[in-house]
């Protein structure tokens, strides 16, 4: 098995597109976490405060990459995950998967899903994660 890193020059890419996703006026938070569940890059847009307190973002984040880990049992079969939305009253989170570490876009409750995931996989598509 191939444990792959993300190097720091991966992370500045990161960062970059996080914030050029964040320029977008619905969007609250785009960060990219490991496979742990721990930020690495990005995170919420200036002036925007988040809905829940910093702990609960952690453990968040965390069962955001066991879901994901869960739902690729089913890759084989299905093929393999593009993005995962939940809109709830207050919030849209989506997940798009870039290697290990998954893009994790919050924003507004009436914002376009389907424009935001084109954009999200438009600006990470083009990042390749070094493998060391």
């Given amino acids: 098995m191939t444990m792959s890193r993300t190097t720091v020059e991966d992370i500045k890419k ?4 996080c914030k050029e996703l964040s320029k977008e006026p619905k969007i609250r938070h785009v960060g ?5 569940g721990r930020l690495i890059a990005g995170g919420f847009k200036e002036g ?4 829940i ?27 393999p995950i593009d993005y995962i ?4 009253t207050k919030q849209l989170i989506i997940n798009v998967p870039i290697g290990n570490n998954l893009v994790v876009i919050a924003a507004e409750p009436d914002a376009d899903d389907k424009d935001i995931i084109k954009k999200a996989e438009k600006l990470f598509d083009d990042i ?3 493998t060391v």
């Fill in 53 to 79: 307190d910093s702990d609960k973002i952690a453990m968040t984040y965390m069962q955001m990459q066991l879901d994901f880990k869960m739902r690729q049992e089913l890759d084989e079969v299905l093929g």
């Fill in 128 to 130: 390749t994660i070094s």
């Fill in 32 to 36: 990219v976490i490991n496979n742990l």
């Fill in 14 to 17: 990161l960062d970059i597109a």
């Fill in 85 to 88: 939305a939940s809109r709830r």
């Fill in 48 to 51: 925007t405060s988040p809905l």
